[in-house]
Nanobody
């Protein structure tokens, strides 16, 4: 069973940047995908982005497209979510997850079997 740990959250001003990290232990990401979801207070958890580990294919929610990027760090077995031009609406707890979704399910929570504990991102106005 893989364990996932997110890090890199914090407080940033509007327009700033943060990089979140999702590190796996127990096994490598191998042929899995890594997804990022976020949950703001009083709202449902929503899809942010995902990357397929073996070929680097990525998907992004419309709300973050052009501002967020994903990358793989094979040496440290982690995925990095680079978040630029942050807005107050980006404030949420960010979770990473791993699973084997197909393209049509990559944005659905049920496609992911292991989840991290989350890291808080707060964007001040």
């Amino acid at each position: 069973q893989v364990q996932l740990v997110e890090s890199g959250g914090g407080l940033v001003q509007t327009g700033g940047s943060l990089t979140l990290s999702c590190t796996a232990s127990g096994r490598t990401f191998s042929d899995y995908a890594v997804g990022w979801f976020r949950q703001a207070p009083g709202k449902e958890r929503e899809f942010v982005a995902a990357i397929r580990w073996n070929n680097g294919q990525t998907w992004f929610a419309d709300s973050v497209k052009g501002r967020y990027t994903l990358s793989r760090d094979r040496a440290q077995n982690r995925v990095l979510l680079q978040m630029n031009s942050l807005k107050p609406d980006d404030t949420a707890v960010y979770f990473c997850a791993t699973g084997r979704p197909i393209a049509s399910t990559v944005a659905t929570m049920r496609a992911y079997t292991s989840w991290g504990q989350g890291t808080q991102v707060t964007v001040s106005s």
